[in-house]
């Protein structure tokens, strides 16, 4: 049996993405090392879409998986109230009531000491 000698080097992508197509055809992330020929072979899980089909040559599937989630990736959204918001108005008004309380039975407390009532 004859033995086949070969070597191989592991390489990320510039931008760590699996990338998208630009307006010029080309692609960024590792399909466009793909597309350019700067790899032979990417070792990753790729969702198979016809633009990327269009562009790279896909292998068998090894394993399918039938269970898939996509969510839309939360963008930031500038909010001056934002510390606000992770608690509910209940919340909020019961740390007011206590805040009030404290400060209340302390400044009781400050009063009879300076009077000089215990």
């Known amino acids: 049996m004859p033995l086949i000698y070969f070597s191989f080097r592991f390489f990320r992508s510039e931008q760590r993405t699996y990338g998208h197509s630009l307006s010029n055809g080309t692609w960024t992330g590792i399909i466009g090392q793909l597309q350019k020929q700067k790899v032979d072979f990417a070792g990753t899980l790729f969702t198979v879409s016809r633009e990327r089909y269009g562009v790279i040559d896909f ?39 206590t805040t009030l309380m404290v400060f209340g039975t302390l400044l009781a407390v400050q009063l009879r000491f300076l009077h000089g009532t215990r």
């Open 59 to 97: 292998s068998e599937h090894i394993y399918l998986d039938e269970m898939t989630a996509a969510y839309v990736r939360p963008g930031v959204v500038p909010n001056m109230a934002g510390f606000v918001q992770p608690y509910t108005f209940l919340v909020w008004l019961l740390v007011l009531v």
